[in-house]
């Protein structure tokens, strides 16, 4: 049980800067507890990559967050969720770590989607990796057997966002590209999922493309606030999570690199030690 003196932080996981986005909703939402960032920005996009690469990169840094002192891991990466978390889950952790959990976002999102779709039709905007793992597909389907949902890989955002060239045109002509293409599937959606947490950066740009009625839904908010029914549903992990308002933050890149841009997503500052991997 994490005591006064215990160091034992949430562990925030993701390729790169993304996750931010979502360490920001959950230290509004749980500010007591502390946290514990993980970027792999040296490896990072992950959305390109093979599934075995993915779950390989993500069981490492899985890893080296427990060896920190995580008990309780959000793999705050919808490609990570998609393609590494259940072999985590399923064959991993058992051997591993019997008593420790790892989280997805994708999950808590198709629990919500179809309490803002009127029409029905929902649209997701995601990595390659994720789309074509068709896991927003398969899970939609097990709470919202009714809605139709469409994909729209995206694989040019990531890397115009973790190069900060998101606010030039060459982002504006990817983002009216990809918002139409998703748009002429089905010209009926009215909601549609950012399923990658690098998203939220560009989502004025993505609304400016898209109908006005059409609702966008980020992460950050939805992740935050099932983290926090997890914690209390889960009595045994909440006491095994450190509560000293304490952030920290690892890249496995060069930390100076990753502070400028991370401080520039978080809003805040970011000092940031480096992981070897
Ligand atoms: N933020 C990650 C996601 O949610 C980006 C993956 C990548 O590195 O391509 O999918």
């Not at 069981?59 to 060896?67: G, I, R, S, W, Y």
């Not at 591993?96 to 029905?120: D, W």
């Not at 504006?172 to 990658?196: H, R």
């Amino acid at each position: 049980m994490a005591t006064e003196k215990t160091y034992q932080p949430i562990g925030v996981f993701d390729s790169g800067f993304g996750g931010l986005t979502v360490l920001k909703e959950l230290v509004r939402e749980l500010p007591q507890y502390d946290f514990l960032y993980l970027g792999d920005s040296a490896r990072t996009p992950y959305g390109s990559r093979s599934f075995e690469t993915v779950y390989e990169y993500t069981l490492e840094c899985v890893n080296h967050l427990f060896d920190k002192g995580c008990h309780l891991i959000v793999l705050a990466c919808n490609t990570a969720s998609a393609k590494a978390l259940r072999s985590i889950q399923q064959k991993d952790l058992p051997k591993i770590a019997p008593n420790k959990r790892v989280l997805g976002v994708i999950r808590p999102t198709t629990e919500i989607v179809g309490n803002y779709s009127k029409t029905k039709q929902v649209g997701v905007l995601g990595t390659a990796g994720t789309i074509h793992s068709n896991s927003y597909v398969v899970e939609i389907e097990k709470f919202f057997p009714d809605l139709n949902v469409y994909q729209q890989a995206c694989p040019m955002f990531v890397p115009l966002i973790e190069n900060n060239e998101f606010e030039n045109e060459g982002a504006d002509f990817f983002i009216k590209k990809y918002a139409s293409e998703l748009m002429q599937q089905q010209p009926n959606i009215d909601t549609i999922i950012l399923g990658c947490t690098h998203y939220p950066l560009i989502m004025d740009k993505i609304k400016k493309q898209l109908p006005e009625n059409v609702t966008l839904l980020s992460q950050g908010e939805i992740v935050a606030k099932s983290l926090k029914d997890y914690l209390h549903r889960h009595p045994e992990m909440e006491a095994n999570c450190s509560k000293q308002s304490r952030l920290d933050f690892l890249t496995t890149d060069l930390p100076e690199t990753f502070n400028k841009a991370a401080t520039l997503f978080y809003g805040e500052e970011v000092k940031s030690e480096h992981l070897q991997v």
